[in-house]
């Protein structure tokens, strides 16, 4: 099972990276497989290390989609990295193999520590609309335009029935990102 995740690694330097990954979810090991041109790619090759956060904030998968944001974060307890502030849980993991044929790699990573910082409340479907727009627009250069106005209308209408204020706003984002594509 894929699990939509907020990734953060960090550099030589200390500086922090958070990006939307998909991971491969497993107990004990989870696959990352970010594009070879990633900062987490890269940082993940250098660190051998990284922070797999769990988190119903949608706004942060639509950020991470269209910019490179600084979120809040505490430092991890075993590995060199960070916990996302708003993360519901979190995994840290030390990386074990990694095959970087192109375009995109494959990164076998070990569970070494697990920990949360909060209840992680029940399905709504305004999130996940709004993690599926994130996605298509990551995706702009490869689809179609008019299948991207195509679905945005259809995920607006699950938003307009389902989401709070904080998906509204992460919808609303998401639309002006697209549009002035
Ligand atoms: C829900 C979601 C899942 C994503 N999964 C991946 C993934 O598995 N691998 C990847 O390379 N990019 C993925 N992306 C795109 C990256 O988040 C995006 O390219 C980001 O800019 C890469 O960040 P980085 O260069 O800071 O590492 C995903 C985006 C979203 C919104």
């Given at each position: 099972?894929?699990?939509?995740?907020?990734?953060?690694?960090?550099?030589?330097?200390?500086?922090?990276?958070?990006a939307?990954?998909?991971?491969e979810?497993?107990?004990?090991?989870?696959?990352?497989k970010?594009?070879?041109?990633?900062?987490?790619?890269?940082?993940?090759?250098?660190?051998?290390?990284?922070?797999?956060?769990?988190?119903?904030?949608?706004?942060?998968?639509?950020?991470?989609?269209?910019?490179?944001?600084?979120?809040?974060?505490?430092?991890?307890?075993?590995?060199?990295?960070?916990?996302?502030?708003?993360?519901?849980?979190?995994?840290?993991l030390?990386?074990?193999?990694?095959?970087?044929?192109?375009?995109?790699?494959?990164?076998?990573?070990?569970?070494?520590?697990?920990?949360?910082r909060?209840?992680?409340?029940?399905f709504?479907?305004?999130?996940?609309?709004?993690?599926?727009?994130?996605?298509?627009?990551?995706?702009?250069?490869?689809l179609?335009?008019?299948?991207?106005?195509?679905?945005?209308?259809?995920?607006?209408?699950?938003?307009?029935?389902?989401?709070?204020?904080?998906e509204?706003?992460?919808?609303?984002?998401l639309t002006q990102?697209?549009?002035?594509?």
């Open positions: 099972m894929i699990l939509e995740t907020i990734v953060t690694t960090m550099d030589p330097g200390g500086v922090i990276n958070f939307p990954m998909g991971v979810w497993g107990e004990e090991t989870i696959v990352l970010p594009f070879l041109e990633t900062t987490t790619f890269r940082n993940l090759s250098q660190s051998r290390a990284a922070v797999v956060n769990l988190t119903d904030d949608a706004m942060l998968f639509a950020q991470g989609a269209i910019s490179s944001p600084q979120f809040p974060s505490l430092p991890a307890t075993v590995v060199r990295g960070a916990v996302l502030e708003a993360a519901c849980s979190w995994r840290e030390e990386v074990q193999a990694i095959d970087a044929t192109p375009p995109r790699a494959r990164i076998d990573a070990r569970v070494v520590h697990r920990g949360s909060r209840e992680f409340i029940g709504n479907r305004a999130r996940h609309a709004v993690l599926e727009a994130a996605i298509l627009a990551t995706r702009t250069h490869l179609p335009a008019e299948q991207i106005r195509e679905e945005y209308a259809r995920l607006q209408v699950i938003v307009d029935k389902t989401a709070g204020p904080r509204r706003e992460a919808m609303d984002l990102y697209v549009r002035n594509r």
